[in-house]
């Protein structure tokens, strides 16, 4: 099961990502992956479509979805596996975490008007997939339409993160909420790319064991957001706090994404794969029992 090719994180349309659910599924079978899980922001009306074209792709596939969460004063992501998509709650829940995205997508371009880009918050409209769903991600690329900067990582740095102009802070959803609406839908709650969060060692051991008091039993250990020390680093933590480890790409875009779908490295042997844990939340490609 460890050599299992397992993509659980991507991102569509439904999201800040730049292909449709049917257009990911495909390059996820096309590069080799066995398990997949399509894991939009804060949304899961692309679950049905992912479903289905996995199904005809002959790969297996569970519910997925990444909750956007304020915690200690950064903005951790909490994904969800083997979620029932049409549970009442976590829509309800996802909706509510949607909510204040437009207001922060003003701000956000009223931020960047004061130091002379114009008519951003049009321009991030124009490449939203689902209104519902402005994302820092959107302004990235119609800087980068506007050759303000040339890549989406630069814009990042330069105006969407803490201090830049393009910044708005926004409160989301809370650690516990987060893994209610997944637990209550049946998913297993992961810790997405812990290697980005720019926590203390306090904060870190915090969001851990607040974490797995309230449920959560994951952690992304191989993903396309991590270096290799920090893929070390993770394993251990995944030991020490006996979680299960998950892998995935985080693929957003053919041209902005460092890592293709299924082409991360394996899960470190001493490790417990989180679809071990997926079980019959799995369907498709004979739920893999072979
Ligand atoms: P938001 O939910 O609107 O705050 O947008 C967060 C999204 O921005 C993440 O899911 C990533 O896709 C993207 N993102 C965050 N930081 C960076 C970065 N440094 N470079 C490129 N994309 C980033
Ligand atoms: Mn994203
Ligand atoms: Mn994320
Ligand atoms: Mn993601």
Redesign the pocket.
């Known amino acids: 099961m460890h050599l299992l090719n397992a993509d659980l994180?991507s991102?569509s349309t439904v999201s800040d990502g730049t292909l449709t659910p049917e257009a990911v599924a495909e390059r996820a079978a096309a590069g080799g992956v066995q398990l997949w899980a399509l894991?939009d922001?804060d949304e899961v009306s692309g679950q049905q479509r992912a479903r289905e074209a996995a199904l005809d792709l002959g790969l297996a596939w569970v519910g997925g979805v990444?909750v956007s969460v304020s915690f200690a004063g950064e903005t951790v992501?909490i994904v969800g596996l083997g979620i029932d998509p049409n549970h009442e709650p976590l829509r309800a829940g996802l909706a509510a975490t949607r909510a204040g995205r437009r207001e922060r997508a003003r701000q956000m371009a009223a931020g960047l008007a004061q130091v002379g880009i114009d008519g951003a918050f049009e321009g991030a409209l124009r490449h939203v997939g689902n209104p519902d769903l402005v994302s820092r991600t959107h302004f990235a690329r119609y800087l980068v339409e506007r050759g303000v900067c040339a890549h989406t990582h630069e814009v990042f740095r330069h105006y969407l993160t803490e201090g830049k102009p393009g910044y708005v802070p926004h409160r989301w959803a809370s650690l516990a909420e987060a893994v209610a609406w997944i637990r209550g839908a049946g998913g297993i709650a992961v810790i997405?790319h812990p290697g980005r969060y720019k926590f203390t060692a306090n904060e870190e051991y915090a969001l851990f064991t607040e974490f797995i008091a309230h449920g959560g039993r994951a952690v992304e250990v191989v993903t396309g957001s991590h270096s290799t020390a920090e893929q070390v680093r993770f394993a251990d933590t995944a030991v020490e706090f006996d979680l299960f480890a998950s892998r995935g790409s985080?693929f957003h875009s053919p041209e902005e994404s460092r890592t293709g779908l299924g082409a991360l490295p394996g899960l470190p042997g001493q490790l417990t794969p989180v679809w071990e844990a997926l079980g019959e939340r799995i369907v498709g490609a004979g739920a893999l029992t072979a």
């Open positions: 994180h991102h894991t922001h990444e992501h997405a985080d």
